[in-house]
């Protein structure tokens, strides 16, 4: 969303996706991975090509880039791994194997290690296939939106000396039922089972880069490919040099069952290059320009039958505002269903997000600022589409 005239002026060039036949589109539906995830900026894309103009060793550059990473985000220790969801296996694997490198080449096979993993029933989602991809017990506590606030004792009930660690998920769409973060970590750590945080799309804001770990957390899990805009296959783990370490000696390229998670030497130098633009970046300038976005929307795309309101924080919690569209009448759907329809066969293409059966977000987050008056034309007469 910088101005960035570098991107401005690539930005008609579609031709690598043409020659597939493959349809780029202008995004306003979010960082989602089905849709590309997010763009790297010029000089995370430089960054990349310049590493990938030399040999170099994988060990030394991970450890120097974990160093650079960790100064950078105040943390003790951090690791690039290939995605969020890579993430959370290898720092579950980490948790499991700790330090020795006989039982990291010993996974899959548990014998005589911690092999309890404890998560709160209401934070299970699809990303959890990374941590049960590995022979471990899931242990669920609670219940999702249980109307009795949770207690601590349930957590403490799971606890045992086969829990090998907490697995935390930090979202706003996960369903009520779990104590705070920094209770979880307060019960964790008095049996000294650590707890593994996912805050894959928990940026913005930046400090959650360092303010997971400071409310106790052991290892947090940020996805590379949202909004830090680095490579679409890198993540960010941070926190405890002594867990960090166990990531680094599970990780590729050692052998073991993280070997195929392997982030490159583009990914590594371009996560690093990321961060360092993410931490300079003008959060409080970004954030003006998406609430006048989302103005621009009110004003521009209300109309007989719509109703379009400003939605804060987004469905992630990340305090960036949306524009949330609805339709009204009876045939409220069938015109929402027209408009996406309209908004993807037009040009420039345009995808946006669908909200319940009647409704669409407009959402900020992924458009550069080169984008917002294409967009606004192709939405306004998308909406005037659907009324003819
Ligand atoms: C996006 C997301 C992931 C996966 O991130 P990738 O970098 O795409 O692997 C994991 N957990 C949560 C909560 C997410 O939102």
């Given at each position: ?47 990349m ?32 791994t ?28 548990l ?48 606890l ?34 650590p ?138 759907g ?5 408009v ?37 034309d ?11």
């Amino acid at each position: 969303m910088s101005i960035d005239t570098r991107a401005a002026l690539n930005a008609q060039d579609t031709h690598i996706y043409d020659m597939l036949g493959v349809r780029p589109f202008i995004n306003a539906a979010g960082t989602y991975t089905r849709l590309g995830g997010s763009r790297m900026p010029p000089v995370v894309v430089e960054a990349m090509v310049e590493a990938s103009r030399h040999f170099v060793e994988i060990d030394e550059l991970q450890a120097r880039a974990g160093a650079r990473l960790a100064e950078l985000t105040r943390n003790e220790a951090a690791y690039v791994t290939c995605g969020a969801a890579a993430g959370l296996l290898v720092a579950t694997a980490a948790c499991l194997a700790g330090n020795d490198p006989a039982r990291a080449r010993q996974l899959p096979d548990l014998t005589g290690m911690r092999s309890d993993i404890v998560m709160y029933h209401s934070h299970r989602n699809p990303y959890d296939y990374a941590v049960r991809t590995l022979p471990i017990r899931l242990i669920e506590v609670g219940f999702p939106n249980e109307v009795i606030p949770p207690t601590p004792w349930e957590l403490e009930h799971a606890l045992t000396d086969q829990t090998a660690a907490v697995i935390y998920v930090e979202a706003r769409w996960t369903a009520r039922g779990a104590l705070p973060l920094d209770e979880v970590v307060a019960i964790a750590h008095r049996r000294d089972i650590p707890v593994i945080v996912d805050a894959a799309a928990q940026l913005p804001p930046r400090e959650n880069l360092w303010r997971l770990t400071q409310a106790g957390a052991d290892l947090v899990i940020f996805s590379g490919g949202k909004d830090l805009r680095g490579p679409q296959s890198s993540g960010l783990i941070v926190g405890r040099r002594d867990l960090v370490d166990a990531c680094f000696l599970i990780g590729a390229p050692h052998h073991g069952i993280c070997r195929p998670l392997k982030a490159g030497k583009e990914e590594i130098v371009g996560l690093v290059a990321a961060v360092e633009r993410y931490m300079a970046q003008d959060e409080e300038a970004r954030l003006l320009w998406t609430e006048r976005f989302v103005d621009r929307a009110i004003e521009q795309l209300s109309g007989p039958g719509v109703e379009v309101r400003r939605c804060f924080p987004n469905e992630a919690g990340q305090p960036i505002p949306r524009a949330l569209v609805t339709f009204m009448g009876d045939d409220a759907g069938r015109r929402r269903d027209h408009v996406i329809h309209l908004l993807q066969a037009g040009r420039p293409s345009v995808e946006v997000a669908p909200a319940g059966l009647d409704g669409l977000y407009v959402n900020p987050m992924t458009v550069d600022t080169y984008e917002e008056d294409p967009l606004f034309d192709r939405l306004c007469a998308a909406m005037a589409g659907s009324r003819a």
